[in-house]
């Protein structure tokens, strides 16, 4: 945080008080994968159970 003038100005983890971690890439691609493997499963199953 330095001041500039008459205004603060912060930096966007210090405007946060977080550090953005690497587990929301983990979740994006497990529910990614999760959602092709079920929508492929609702169509591949019925068609194959056709006559």
Known sequence: MKVV???V???DEE???AVKG????Y??????LAAVIILSAIWIVP????P
């Open 5 to 7: 003038d008459e205004h």
């Open 22 to 25: 690497h587990g929301v890439r």
């Open 47 to 50: 068609a194959l159970l056709q």
């Open 9 to 11: 100005e912060v930096t």
């Open 15 to 17: 405007a946060t008080s």
């Open 27 to 32: 979740v994006l691609a497990f529910s990614l």
